[in-house]
């Protein structure tokens, strides 16, 4: 299962277009960009492999193994990157500013589904994260 992740940079936050299998999926939000430092940068363009994660804060969730530089950057629910998050990736159902939006959980829930379900076939789950043409 491949997704990928098309950002588009601003200074308050990163929004993105989540696509699975080329097919747009949702939104996303994350940190703006800071030459990925820790705790206030979304991290840096590349692909990732994608594992299960499970902590108490979060519950179910999603990992990005390989980050330079970076640890425990994760895909969960979130609606505003600035109080919310610390590097991680949150996808959204609707944008409403630069690194905020709405319905997180709603979108996620379903995201988490289909990459479960594929880890659980032993299939590899990539995602590519690169700027929006």
Not at 19 to 24: D, S
Not at 41 to 52: A, D, F, H, Q, R
Request: hydrophobic share 35%.
């Amino acid at each position: 299962m491949e997704l990928k992740l098309l950002r588009t940079y601003h200074e308050e936050g990163t929004n993105g277009e989540l696509f699975v299998n080329n097919k747009l999926f949702c939104y996303t939000i994350e940190l703006p960009w800071k030459d990925n430092q820790q705790q206030v940068s979304c991290i840096m363009e590349g692909t990732y492999n994608l594992v299960k994660r499970h902590s108490v804060n979060h519950s179910h969730h999603l990992l990005l193994k390989g980050v330079e530089g970076r640890e425990l950057i994760l895909i969960h629910p979130a609606n505003n990157t600035l109080k919310e998050l610390r590097g991680c990736i949150s996808p959204v159902k609707v944008l409403t500013a630069p690194g905020c939006g709405d319905s997180s959980r709603a979108v996620f829930e379903p995201l988490l589904k289909m990459v479960y379900q594929s880890l659980k076939k032993q299939q590899t789950v990539t995602i590519t994260i690169a700027k929006k043409p």
